[in-house]
């Protein structure tokens, strides 16, 4: 196949109906959003048109910095889980033999049908002290009396990292099929340990994949309001619950929208110096 | 498949089977606009099937209009909904059951088309409370059912019933406690208030709240969850995984009588009462369907029928149901209710939500 730049208007026909798309269900809410982020609310009521900043305003404080914070802080932690447990497991995965592979990935998948709300609550059934996995660990002799494993950060995490450990596999399954393995083999030819290989060759080779499957996990994980409702204690609700209490409960949609905003911001952010720090690690 | 039209098919047929096909797709809507027909937004989940089953059915029959049930969310989603439909002309539902702070919202937008008590001769059985007016004097809304939320507990852990809402700040009870998250929902404020600073009057200056939320600020180390939704909590009361909390009773007593280790007791200071209206959408083009069908289920016969099948308390004075002394006992109480201020939730809401949040989230 050819390819040339496009000449004529015709030529980019066939953006046309993907950038339709884009600006009907992506642009126009955006950025409706955005003007209702500036709207006045009206206690008591709803909103009407304006152009005010009080609802940035009022998102500008230390109680809501601490949220943001702690909202990145688990969005981190929960990208940087999924991909140091997903590397080398579909690492291995590509060694296996293609029906293996198969059954695996099909698991994988189907572990993508299952809503977050049924992951929620499956995991608060296992982190019970009445029905969960202590009560094992009692029969087993290695723990006197069941206990509740939740509420707690940790139940929060391991929601969360299975929620996002399917994607995270299906991101870095191709980049992995594609690696050359005469890399590892002349590593291994020249006296390195498979575990040397492993992080001296195949992590280096996967950089810039790597480094993408960490940027959509962590915004992947960031949207999340469920499992920290359903795993957590209210210190550890993100930043999305207290903007979905907002607009469902409190039915105050310019703060909403705001907060929303913000996250938005603060998201594009990093993503944008992640980037540029790998761009400058490559140059160096 | 240009070929293959101007093969076969002339261009007149063509045209005659997409009229064809197109009026054979309108039809089920011609037809249905014909019937008597009302949208009716109830809480989704039990509460719609209940109706479904014991209310709907009787009330078409009786006066021969189709009552398509909606399933609504609880909280003020549905307000939510409702008022950007209505911006847009549109009902999602004629009458909906609405809770009393969205009541209060959706009269801050006239959101309520007025009623006409005149039409609803019924309307006279309620109890006064239970009338939702504008400041105005026009009718928002007509109470539909009432519930209280009390204290419940897990029979298996404390043998013994609570008599007091007091226990929440019982020292023993550290992280057993299932509270509702949200300020406008849990009532806890007039909780506080009427356990320890003598009523919800407490509440009338700020000042006052503040101390109530400091109080309350005391029952943090005993709560285990703070639940929006419903069955999170009603599971793990039921395991006793979470043994004490706040709860609707009519739901703990179904609860029990299917012999669940639960109870719902009535504290001393009393249940919080708290009550959906029916309210029209001025959106709506049903008002006539929309006023026999509030006058329909104010009926004393209709509130007994509730009480017995779903497990609300009547809207209607107690004199003029047919309800033995045991069977209010099982829906209501004879000690004084705590009633929740709505009028709160509507002129200090954000002030309150921004308290609450940090109280429960800092």
Redesign the interface.
């Known amino acids: 196949m050819r390819r040339e730049t496009p000449q004529r208007l015709a030529d980019y026909g066939p953006l046309f109906f993907p950038a339709m798309m884009l600006i009907v269900f992506f642009v126009v809410p955006f950025a409706t959003m955005i003007a209702v982020s500036f709207f006045q609310r009206q206690q008591g009521g709803f909103y009407v048109p304006a152009f005010e900043l009080s609802n940035y305003q009022r998102f500008l404080s230390l109680f809501f910095a601490n949220v943001l914070g702690f909202s990145l802080m688990l969005a981190i932690a929960v990208a940087i889980c999924c991909v140091v447990l997903a590397i080398p497991f579909t690492y291995l995965l590509t060694r296996m033999a293609r029906k293996v592979q198969i059954i695996w990935l099909v698991a994988l998948l189907s572990v993508l049908s299952l809503s977050e709300v049924i992951i929620g609550f499956a995991w608060s059934t296992l982190f019970s002290r009445t029905a969960g996995i202590t009560n094992l660990l009692v029969m087993a002799g290695l723990m006197s009396e069941a206990k509740a494993l939740l509420p707690s950060f940790g139940a929060v995490l391991t929601g969360m990292v299975y929620q996002a450990f399917p994607y995270t596999v299906l991101v870095l399954y191709p980049a992995l099929v594609r690696l050359d393995p005469t890399l590892t083999e002349a590593a291994r030819t020249l006296g390195a340990s498979p575990i040397k290989a492993f992080f001296t060759v195949v992590v280096p080779a996967l950089r810039n994949t790597i480094t993408a499957t960490l940027i959509m996990v962590f915004i992947f994980a960031l949207g999340s309001y469920l499992l920290p409702q359903l795993l957590g204690r209210p210190q550890h609700w993100t930043l999305s619950v207290l903007i979905t209490d907002q607009a469902i409960y409190q039915s105050n949609m310019p703060f909403a929208a705001a907060m929303a905003v913000f996250l938005v911001l603060v998201t594009l952010g990093l993503v944008a110096l992640t980037v540029i720090a790998g761009r400058k690690g490559e140059a160096a | 498949m240009t070929e293959f039209l101007k093969q076969n098919i002339g261009r007149r047929a063509v045209l005659g089977a997409g009229l064809a096909g197109v009026s054979m797709l309108a039809m089920p809507s011609i037809l249905r606009a014909q019937d008597k027909s009302l949208k009716v937004g109830v809480y989704g989940g039990y509460f719609k099937d209940s109706f479904d089953k014991n209310i709907f059915p009787e009330f078409t029959k009786a006066t021969g209009i189709a009552i398509e049930a909606v399933a609504e969310p609880t909280?003020?989603?549905w307000?939510?909904q409702l008022?950007q439909a209505a911006k847009a002309g549109q009902a999602p539902a004629d009458v909906s059951m609405m809770s009393q702070v969205s009541m209060?919202?959706g009269q801050?937008?006239d959101l309520w088309a007025p009623l006409d008590v005149a039409k609803i001769k019924n309307a006279s059985n309620l109890i006064d409370r239970f009338v939702n007016k504008y400041p105005d004097g026009r009718i928002a809304g007509i109470g539909a059912v009432s519930w209280y939320i009390t204290l419940v507990t897990n029979t298996d852990v404390y043998k013994e019933a609570p008599t007091s809402w007091e226990a929440f700040w019982d020292p023993a009870n550290v992280d057993k406690l299932g509270l509702l998250?949200?300020v406008?929902?849990s009532f806890l404020l007039e909780v506080t208030a009427k356990t320890f600073f003598g009523g919800t009057n407490a509440l009338d200056t700020e000042e006052g709240i503040e101390k109530a939320f400091t109080k309350l600020a005391e029952v943090k180390p005993n709560v285990?969850?703070?639940y929006?939704?419903e069955a999170?909590f009603e599971q793990?009361l039921k395991?006793?995984?979470i043994p004490m909390g706040q709860y609707y009773h009519d739901v703990t007593g179904l609860a029990a009588a299917d012999g669940n280790p639960v109870r719902s007791t009535f504290p001393k200071e009393g249940g919080i009462q708290d009550s959906g209206c029916w309210a029209l959408s001025r959106a709506s083009q049903k008002v006539e369907e929309a006023h026999i069908f509030i006058d329909y289920m104010s009926q004393p016969s209709i509130q007994a029928i509730l009480s017995r099948k779903v497990g609300t308390s009547p809207t209607v004075k107690r004199e003029l149901t047919d309800l033995t002394a045991e069977e209010f006992a099982a829906v209501s109480s004879d000690i004084e209710p705590i009633i929740p201020r709505y009028d709160l939730?509507?002129?200090?809401?954000?002030w309150l939500?921004?308290k609450w949040?940090?109280l429960?989230?800092?």
């Open positions: 909280g003020e989603a307000l939510v008022e209060l919202k801050a937008t998250a949200l406008s929902n285990r969850l703070w929006r939704d999170q793990a395991s006793g995984e939730y509507q002129t200090k809401s954000d939500n921004q949040t940090e429960i989230v800092g």
